[in-house]
């Protein structure tokens, strides 16, 4: 198969460009800044020589956007919006003008629009939407805003003959440097990987070996379209989740945090602590529903499986 993969280059984009590549695949990345085989330029906001790609290709991954590890700003929250929407309605477009358009849509979207809770997990079906949940800080509902005008703009798009899936993806989990394993992994080995305001937020995440299989399993089952949660059915809290990534580096003890030096430490870090105290309880019931078993589903056996990646690489 060909696949295209607009904003390819970072984390997921890498993932799924090695994997897809190893299967015997064509992979094509859209890149702001193309320098590798099988890298050609666009600006993610206008329609350009690109759309070549996009025409008789089987299959389109669009991960485009501005990342969502920097400070929750007006400017940067204002780009984050921009850049998936504009990027998403220029995919949609180069689809709907193909003569040979692809037969599968699967644009990126996030977990993120599902609401902070604890009592019980978030589903495709009766999960809930955030952006009105009380005791929260008010500016969490600009993200979920955010996810929704994301998904409406591949829901907008005329494509009829192409199948679109919205990816709702939790945390990726991956040994790669920079990403969210990474960064976690620091902190727990430097003994600060204990639980932050309490730890009881619930931590969403996916294997990066099973994110390539969802994805293969997605393209194959041409029954499947609409939203999908790309998470593990094992979601666990904070607490929880940090004590066994200590275990598996074995590190006995992790310091704990509250919420003001959590504050100090996403101020240091340039990010935000939405990322950090947003209780994401998700899990994959449309994967489940439609026979994907997982193969790293629970935390405990994924974390040690990444420790070990990390330790070898």
Not at 5 to 23: D, E, F
Not at 44 to 72: F, I, K, M, Q
Not at 261 to 272: K, V
């Amino acid at each position: 198969m060909k696949i295209v993969i607009p904003g390819g280059t970072g984390q997921v984009g890498s993932i799924l460009k090695r994997a897809l590549t190893a299967a015997g695949h064509e992979v094509v990345v859209l890149s702001r800044r193309p320098e590798r085989a099988g890298e050609i330029a666009w600006d993610g906001e206008h329609l350009g020589p690109w759309v070549e790609a996009v025409d008789g290709s089987d299959v389109v991954v669009n991960l485009a956007g501005r990342t969502v590890n920097c400070r929750y700003t007006d400017e940067n929250l204002r780009q984050m919006r921009d850049s998936r929407v504009r990027s998403t309605e220029l995919v949609g477009q180069a689809v709907a003008n193909a003569a040979r358009p692809p037969r599968l849509w699967l644009q990126m979207s996030t977990a993120t629009v599902y609401a902070h809770r604890f009592d019980a997990p978030n589903d495709e079906a009766s999960g809930l939407i955030g952006g009105a949940e009380p005791d929260v800080p008010g500016y969490w509902s600009t993200s979920v805003d955010i996810a929704k005008a994301w998904e409406r703009a591949q829901e907008a798009a005329d494509t009829p003959h192409t199948r679109r899936i919205a990816l709702r993806a939790a945390m990726i989990m991956s040994p790669d440097r920079g990403g969210v394993f990474d960064v976690l992994s620091r902190m727990a080995r430097l003994g600060l990987g204990g639980p932050i305001a309490g730890g009881a937020q619930y931590v969403s995440w996916i294997h990066e070996d099973d994110l390539v299989r969802a994805v293969e399993f997605l393209i194959a089952r041409e029954d499947i379209a609409g939203p999908v949660n790309l998470a593990s059915p094992g979601p666990l809290p904070h607490r929880a989740f940090m004590r066994e990534l200590r275990r598996a580096w074995g590190v006995p003890v992790g310091l704990p945090a509250t919420r003001w030096m959590a504050e100090l430490g996403a101020f240091a870090l340039r990010t935000d602590t939405e990322l950090l105290l947003k209780s994401r309880r998700v899990v994959p019931g449309r994967l489940l529903d439609a026979g994907f078993a997982f193969e790293q589903g629970e935390w405990p056996q994924a974390a040690d499986d990444l420790v070990h990646r990390a330790r070898r690489a």
